[in-house]
C-alpha cells in the first residue's frame, strides 16, 4: 500500500499518530542485504516513505533498525559468523548517526530473536543489541525493541542491560509484547506495546493498567499477507467498539492512544 495510502485511511479512522518502521531488508530488494552502502539507502527511502505518510495530515514518527532475522540470514548465506557481526556494527554506526542528523526519530527493531535460531546468531544479536542500546544513549534516541517474550526473563534482562549502559528505561519499547512481559516492562520502568485487538487490550489494562503502554498493529504492509498481523485502523476500531461495550473508559482511551504516545515519542 505504501506509507502514504496507510496514513491516509488511518486518518479516516481518527487515527492521528504512526511510527513506521523498518522492515527486514529483503522486503524491499528480495534478497537478505550484506553491503552497508545498500543498507543505507534502505534506510533513505523508507525515510522518505514516512515523510511522505505526513502529506495525510498525521504526526509521523520514523525508525530504521536491524531485523535480529538479518543476522540468520545472512549466516544462512555462508558469511562467516565474524563478518556477520562486524557488518551488524558497521550498520549499527550508520543508523546511530542516521538518528543524530534527525533523518530518523528512533532506532528498530532491533533485539533478539523470539524463534529457536543456532547459538552463535543469538550471540551475535545479543552483541548487537548492546551496540545499538549503547549508540542510543550516546544520541538520546528511543528504540524499540524485538524480543523473546519470556515471562520472569526478557523484560528483566532488558532492565540490567539498561542499567548497565545507563540508558534511561523510559526510552526503550519492547514491541509486540505479551501481558505479561508487558507487565514486568512496566515494574520495572520500560515501555512495551501490546496488539490493538480489543481482546488484547482489555487484558492488558485489566492485568496492567495503562501506565507505560502503546498500541500496535505490527502491520507488515504485504500484498501477500495482506492484512497481517492487523490494519492500523483495526486500533481504531477496536477502541471504538471497547468503549461502547463499556470495556474501556474514554479515560484510558486518552491515556494509551493520545498522551503515552506523546510522552514515549516527545511529542
Ligand atoms: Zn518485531
Not at 19 to 35: G, K, Q, R
Not at 156 to 167: F, H, K
Not at 219 to 227: E, T, W
Not at 242 to 251: A, D, P, R
Request: hydrophobic letters at 40%; aromatic letters at 8%; glycine letters at 8%.
Amino acid at each position: 500500500m505504501g506509507a502514504r495510502k496507510i496514513a491516509e485511511q488511518f486518518a479516516k479512522e481518527g487515527g492521528w499518530f504512526i511510527a513506521f518502521i523498518m522492515l527486514p531488508t529483503w522486503d524491499y530488494t528480495n534478497e537478505v542485504v550484506y553491503d552497508v552502502d545498500k543498507y543505507d539507502k534502505l534506510i533513505e527511502l523508507h525515510s522518505k516513505d514516512c515523510r511522505e505518510a505526513k502529506d495525510a495530515g498525521i504526526e509521523v514518527m520514523c525508525f530504521a533498525g536491524f531485523h535480529p532475522a538479518e543476522i540468520d540470514n545472512l549466516l544462512e548465506r555462508g558469511i562467516s559468523p565474524k563478518e556477520v557481526r562486524n557488518y551488524t556494527l558497521a550498520v549499527a554506526k550508520v543508523l546511530g548517526e542516521k538518528c543524530s542528523e534527525g533523518k530518523i526519530d528512533g532506532i528498530g527493531e532491533v533485539g533478539r530473536q523470539h524463534y529457536k535460531v543456532q547459538v552463535h546468531s543469538a550471540l551475535i544479536a545479543q552483541e548487537a543489541l548492546e551496540a545499538f542500546l549503547a549508540l542510543a544513549e550516546e544520541r538520546d534516541c528511543p528504540v524499540q525493541l524485538h524480543l523473546e517474550q519470556v515471562s520472569g526473563f526478557t523484560a528483566e534482562s532488558i532492565s540490567r542491560l539498561a542499567n548497565a549502559i545507563r540508558i534511561k528505561k523510559d526510552n526503550l519499547l519492547i514491541h509486540h509484547s505479551t501481558i505479561a512481559v508487558s507487565a514486568e516492562a512496566k515494574e520495572l520502568g520500560m515501555w512495551s506495546t501490546v496488539l490493538g485487538k480489543k481482546e488484547v487490550i482489555s487484558a492488558a489494562l485489566e492485568r496492567r493498567g495503562s501506565d507505560l503502554l502503546l498500541l500496535e498493529s505490527d502491520f507488515i504492509d504485504d500484498s501477500r499477507r495482506a492484512g497481517k498481523v492487523i490494519y492500523p485502523w483495526e486500533i481504531a476500531k477496536s477502541l471504538k467498539s471497547l468503549l461502547e461495550e463499556g470495556g474501556i473508559t474514554s479515560n484510558d482511551i486518552e491515556k494509551i492512544s493520545v498522551d503515552n504516545v506523546k510522552k514515549f515519542f516527545g511529542i
